[in-house]
């Protein structure tokens, strides 16, 4: 699976957008974007998923570069409940491989 | 629907013994896996399955061992526990077609004196 850097941290004011880079220059063409989060003490929370389009859900929405090198994360409206790990993962979908390979991943602290 | 469930939330050892954490989900999911999380670290991967029968090592395998008897059960049993195991251990599976997000339970903390 391709690496992906992410800041380790970031601060968003409660009511704005929180807007979560990750880089992930060596991605391959059959790798798709994932990304969770966990909140503190709690199991990681799938999010969204995508592979070149951009993809929205109730949660987020997710933007791939259009080199698919670098995507980000938008939390539209950031609740002090959406403070957490965020992880940003890229990984093959296949029959073969289910395996996920966490980093450090961004804290993102939402204060009022 | 209660999706994954893990028992016991939290449990303390002393070196040298055994317990098993149980990992139980009711979704019909076929990959389940557990990961193992140190304080400020990542997740890490120990060991997975594919379905009932099959299961398969992570990148933190030793001193844990696990089964696949039935779809929805997937205990992980520590063989004689070290201090070292200490850590909060997270089951998690996948199904609806492998390009879904993964489901997690809620973890188990686990100390060992």
């Known amino acids: 699976d391709a690496k992906t850097t992410q800041p380790p941290s970031m601060d968003c004011a409660e009511g704005r957008a929180a807007n979560l880079p990750c880089n992930h220059s060596?991605?391959?063409?059959?790798?798709?974007v994932y990304w969770y989060r966990q909140i503190h003490s709690q199991g990681p929370q799938y999010i969204i998923h995508?592979?070149?389009n951009n993809e929205t859900n109730e949660m987020a929405s997710l933007i791939i570069t259009e080199d698919r090198k670098s995507s980000t994360l938008i939390l539209p409206h950031a609740t002090l409940r959406d403070t957490a790990v965020y992880y940003c993962?890229?990984?093959?979908?296949?029959?073969?491989?289910?395996?996920?390979?966490f980093g450090a991943g961004t804290t993102v602290t939402v204060r009022a | 629907n209660a999706g994954v469930t893990q028992t016991p939330k939290f449990q303390v050892l002393k070196t040298g013994q055994s317990m098993t954490l149980q990992c139980a989900q009711d979704?019909?999911?076929?990959?389940m896996s557990w990961y193992r999380q140190d304080p400020g670290m990542g997740l890490r991967l120990i060991h997975y399955?594919?379905?009932?029968?099959?299961?398969d090592q992570g990148e933190v395998p030793n001193g844990y061992n696990v089964s696949r008897s039935t779809t929805e059960d997937f205990p992980l049993r520590l063989l004689s526990a070290a201090p070292s195991q200490t850590s909060v251990y997270f089951c998690?599976?996948?199904?609806?077609?492998?390009?879904?997000?993964?489901?997690f339970g809620s973890g188990t903390r686990l100390t060992v004196v």
């Open positions: 993962i890229v990984r093959v979908s296949t029959p073969n491989d289910y395996k996920l390979s």
């Open positions: 060596t991605i391959s063409g059959n790798e798709y």
């Open positions: 995508g592979l070149k």
């Open positions: 979704m019909n999911h076929e990959y």
């Open positions: 399955s594919v379905g009932a029968g099959i299961t």
């Open positions: 998690a599976s996948l199904g609806g077609g492998y390009t879904y997000g993964y489901t």
